[in-house]
C-alpha cells in the first residue's frame, strides 16, 4: 500500500529482507552500509543513487525524489541481523564500522516522520556498534540523544557550495548550506567528530578557488574536524543524462566542455582535477584540517553496472 502526500510524492513500503549490506570495494573505509530509503526527497540533480531505480523496474528520472521506497522493517531486521552474527561468537565490540546513508540520504524529509534511521541508531546503539552517517539534512540534531551514546566514527555533512544560486540550481530539495554549516557547528560541540564532504567540486562551477577556500574556511570555523573533498562523479549513463539536463538549463555554454571531461568516463580526467586537489590540501594545511581523500576507481570498474545490484545496495562516500 502506497500513500501520496500533498507534495505529489508517494511512499511506498518495501519488505527488506536484509538491512546491514556488506562493502566489498577495497577503497572504501567501511565494511557495512544502511540505506532505509530507496529514493531520495533531495533529488540532487548528481547523484549517483538515481539510476537504482531502474533495477526495480522503474525509470531514473525524477521518479527518483517522487517514489520513495520505505524499508518500514529496516529496524527489527537490523536486529535480527546483529543477533544472527551474535549467535556466531562475534562480539558486538569486534564489528567493523558501518556507514549509514551510503546511497540516498538517511534524513531526508520522510525520516522526520517515518523515523527509520533513527530506530536502526538505537539498535546500534544498544550493541554500542561504531557508525558513519553522511547526510545534508539537519535533521538529524534531532537524534543527538542517540549519537551521544553512540561509538560514532564521523559525522559527515556534505556541502557541495555556499552559494544560494547554485546550491538552487543542483539540489533545491536539500537545506541550505547555511544551515547545514549550522548543523556542523552544534554536532562539534557536543563533541562528536564531524566533517564536511565537499562534494560533488562541480568543474568550471564550484572550483573556482576563491570560493573552494571560503567553503573550507567556513568548515573550519564551524568547527569541523576534517574535508574530504571530491570531484563530480557520473557513473551511469542514466545519472549523466539527468544532470546533463540540469547543466544545459542553467549553464548550456558549459555543456560541450562537460562532454568532453565525462565522454569516456564517470570522472574528469586527473589533469583537470590534480591541481586544484593539490591547492585544497595547501588550504587544509593553513586551517589544520584533516584530509579524507577519495581516490576514484578506474573508469571501466566505475562504468559497469554491478550485477549483483538487485540484491545489494550501491555505495558511494559522499551522497553525490
Known amino acids: ?3 501520496t502526500e500533498p507534495s505529489k510524492v508517494r511512499y511506498e513500503p518495501l519488505q527488506a529482507k536484509t538491512i546491514l549490506n556488506p562493502v566489498k570495494a577495497p577503497s572504501m573505509p567501511f565494511d557495512w552500509s544502511i540505506n532505509p530509503y530507496r529514493g531520495c526527497q533531495h533529488g540532487c540533480s548528481f547523484c549517483y543513487a538515481r539510476s537504482t531505480h531502474s533495477f526495480l523496474g522503474i525509470a531514473a528520472d525524477d521518479t527518483f525524489q517522487n517514489h520513495i521506497f520505505m524499508k518500514s522493517d529496516a529496524p527489527a531486521v537490523l536486529r535480527a541481523q546483529i543477533e544472527k552474527r551474535l549467535r556466531g561468537s562475534k562480539r558486538a565490540v569486534e564489528w567493523e564500522p558501518i556507514a549509514i546513508g551510503t546511497a540516498t540520504d538517511p534524513y531526508q524529509q520522510i525520516e522526520s516522520k517515518a523515523m ?10 544498544e550493541f554500542q556498534i561504531p557508525v558513519s552517517i553522511t547526510t545534508r539534512s539537519p535533521l538529524i540534531l534531532r537524534d543527538l540523544d542517540l549519537l551521544r551514546k553512540l561509538p560514532i566514527i564521523s559525522i559527515n555533512i556534505s556541502i557541495s557550495t555556499q552559494s544560494n544560486t547554485i546550491w538552487r540550481q543542483f539540489e533545491p530539495s536539500t537545506p541550505s548550506p547555511v544551515k547545514r554549516l549550522q548543523t556542523v557547528e552544534r554536532l562539534s560541540s557536543e563533541g562528536i567528530p564531524t566533517g564536511v564532504f565537499v562534494a560533488p567540486i562541480l568543474p568550471y562551477i564550484t572550483d ?7 567553503l573550507i574556511a567556513a568548515a573550519a570555523r564551524a ?5 574530504m573533498p571530491s570531484y563530480l562523479r557520473l557513473s551511469t549513463s542514466s545519472v549523466k ?21 565525462y565522454h569516456s568516463s564517470a570522472y574528469a580526467p586527473s589533469s583537470y582535477r590534480d591541481p586544484i ?5 595547501t588550504w587544509l594545511l593553513k586551517h589544520k584540517l584533516n584530509n579524507h581523500k577519495f581516490t576514484p576507481t578506474s ?20 551522497l553525490f
Open 1 to 3: 500500500m502506497s500513500t
Open 116 to 125: 527509520l534511521t533513527r530506530g536502526c541508531l538505537e539498535v546500534l546503539a
Open 208 to 214: 573556482d578557488e576563491t570560493e573552494l577556500q571560503e
Open 223 to 227: 568547527g569541523a574536524q576534517f574535508i
Open 241 to 261: 543524462v539527468w544532470f546533463f539536463q540540469t547543466l544545459r538549463q542553467h549553464y548550456p555554454q558549459l555543456a560541450e566542455r562537460y562532454a568532453q571531461l
Open 277 to 281: 586537489m593539490r591547492k585544497i590540501d
Open 299 to 318: 573508469s571501466k570498474a566505475a562504468m559497469t553496472p554491478d550485477k549483483t545490484a538487485e540484491c545489494a545496495e550501491p555505495v558511494q562516500l559522499t
